[in-house]
């Protein structure tokens, strides 16, 4: 009932909270109930109990109809003034803005990532997102090279038409941000698939989006699993996936791009990040970094630095300040929805057994420095880990965990330190802590990542690329890049010769 009542009228009011989820799907500028009649259970990760058992799974003619709606917004859509689709972007930040806290609290019900940290956080990201990409819709210029052969040359940026974007439930609000809004301000329509563990704040999006003022179809968001995601991945009228998530869902999401009609991909996908620490580090600095990336959003964040170096000399002053500030972080963790908790659960039972695996095996493959067990009895709180001197081929050292569990090994030299912080399948992030310049520099051109940062880690910028190299993802997020990953170079050629 309460879903009729937000989709009557032309503008809904945003209306959705805790008692009253979104749980429909949103295609064409309305609320639509799915034609599938599967639905996805949503639970809360602070107790396990059931949030919802009939939000829409998009099935076939769910994802069909979204395709048929954004084709038919396209042709107009695409030749909006820029300054128009400019505004749109900049409304919908400031609704998002507007409706923030509430926003958070949808996210938070699944994810369970409380406001103080994480939940705020991302929302701020969130509206950031689409006011910068709003600046580059009359930025994004073409190129063209001199007559002096007799052609005139010009490329001109144009959008590909009906493009989606599949992502994972660690941050539901950012990630759709991050794809939607390149996505939008280069005149493409865009169709957002959020994961079945967190649809309800991408959901309550549309409201916002029909507030703002896009037109139908332009900007729709279906909720589903990976059933969806497999029917956007090898639809033929789709003409670009976006997608973040695992690894393995990569290479499935690659795999039926280019068994349909050769859809562009980007793909960004999981981490098993280096930190290194050198002697001549700033003890403290190098400690605050590595703690707030293995424990933001309980470390469930791909760029987490989750394999910590630290050269022999300064290892134990480390190891005991490390120690230290991981227990008092662990007091942190408590129901996310308390205004002091810092940290929350993981984000479902699945993942905590997952995690909870890797703790107790982990207890083989290395020493126990803190942490290592369940907090309570309820939900699915884990205590933030570190294991030390763990073999580098252990699997603790060379998979993701996707917790808040960390290893800490010892090295000696330069180069022991780049083969090992090289020797893994991905390459995302890395930070190098030193004062020494050069050696800096040294090392982050030596390290095989996307992103390297110096005296800091596990951070990123909407105005510089973000994405992997290796198995952690092909392609780039964020900046100039991502327009170029959401446009086709077309060369027109004049001849000035007859
Ligand atoms: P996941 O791969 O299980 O799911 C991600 C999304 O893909 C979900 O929306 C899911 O429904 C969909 N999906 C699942 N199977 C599919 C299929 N066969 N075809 C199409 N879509 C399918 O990942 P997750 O568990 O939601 O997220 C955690 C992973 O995401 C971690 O590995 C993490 O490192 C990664 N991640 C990467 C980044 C990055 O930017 N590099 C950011 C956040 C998370």
Redesign the pocket.
Known sequence: MAQQEASAGDTPSFSWSKDNLPKQLFINNEFTEAKNTKKLEVYNPKDGSLLANDVALAGEHDVDAAVAAAEAAFPAWKKTLATTRRDLLLKLADLIDEHGVRLAELTRLSLGAPFASFGSFEIKGTAEAFRYFAGWCDKFAGESYPQDDGFMKIVRNEPLGVTAG??????PMA?AALKSAPALATGNCFIL?????TPFGALALGSLIKEAGFPPGVFQILS???????L??SHMKIRKIS????????R??QE?AAKSNLKRITL????KSPAVVFDDANLENAIFWCVNAICGNTG????AASRVYVQEGIYDKFLEGYKKAMEERAKTVGDPDAAETLMGPIVDKL?FDRVSGFLERGRDQGTLLTGGYRIGEQGFFVQPTVFTDVPEDAEICKR?I?GPVAILNKFKTEEEIIAKANDTNYG?MAGVFTQDINRAMRLSSEIDSGMVGINCVSLAFLVTP???TKE??TGR?NAIHVLRMFTEPKTIMINLTY
Not at 166 to 171: A, C, L, T, Y
Not at 243 to 250: I, K
Not at 268 to 271: D, N, P, V
């Open positions: 599949i992502i994972p439930w660690n941050g990630t698939k959020p994961s079945e563990k589903g699993d990976g059933s969806t995601g497999a956007l991945a997608f973040t998530g695992s690894t393995a869902t990569g499935k999401i039926l960004e996908l999981g981490g469930q964040i791909c760029f993942q993701e996707f995302l973000f994405g992997g952690s993802g997020e």
